[in-house]
């Protein structure tokens, strides 16, 4: 069954760096949506993410899998550090879900840059962060709140960039009527925990307007670091709404939606919302 999609984003450098080495893409059309987070000094953070996305989109739009995709953006920013003093070292993080219009498709991930998936009022994070804090966790060393408040708390221990190849977590992806899908970056989940993140979005139907949101709180916690939000909403198609969106079929419908500056379909995801609430 087709799904309506709905997308809000948003990136914000902080309020204690000077630069924003974060990246997204939020391309509903091509039903690509990720979060890279750079690092590496001078200006190598800003590079490496912006060399992993376009190297990921331009390999997806050729057809490529999700993780061979992937490994192709490891590649273009691997290749690209060693040709250039200044960047060398830099490497990024990388979250990419892949979807098709069904809501089905594949997640990708490398990294500590996070997705999350809100489904029947359940708030999951469904990515295993590549760090160093997720592994003293998992060996029984750290505990969460110990991790959160642990000086080493943004060291990961995968990313792109920084070998000629690297291991790719992937995962199936299928997406439901009323799901809602948050990729972040850790700028976004040192500043707030899972339960603050969970109350925010569910005070927030528009997903642009959660995505801003998420990324205001997290400035208002302290902003330590770029912070960078995707959100995407799924719902059912309403097979009416392509009647209204047809001029032919309902000329007054159309004009007074356009009159009101919401597409047949926007109208339809406030009713959806309002149903569901
Ligand atoms: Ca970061």
Known sequence: MKLDRRVGSATAVGRVRNHNEDGLIADDKLGIFAVADGMGGHRGGEVASKTALDAL???????????DAVRAANRAVYDRSIKSNDLQGMGTTLTVGMLDQSGRGKLAHVGDSRAYLIRDGDFNRITTDHSLMAELIAAGELTEAQAEVDPRRSMITRALGLDLTVEVDV??????AGDRVLFCSDGLTTMMRDP???DALSQETDPQTAAQRLVDDANRA???DNITVVVIDFAATRPESSQENNPENNPESSQENNAAGNSPTRSGWRRWFRRTA
Do not use: F, N
Request: proline share 0%.
């Open 57 to 67: 989109r331009k390999a997806l739009k050729s057809g490529a899998e999700v993780a």
């Open 196 to 198: 603050a993140i969970a």
């Open 171 to 176: 995962q199936d992806l299928e997406l439901r």
């Open 222 to 224: 302290g902003g330590v």
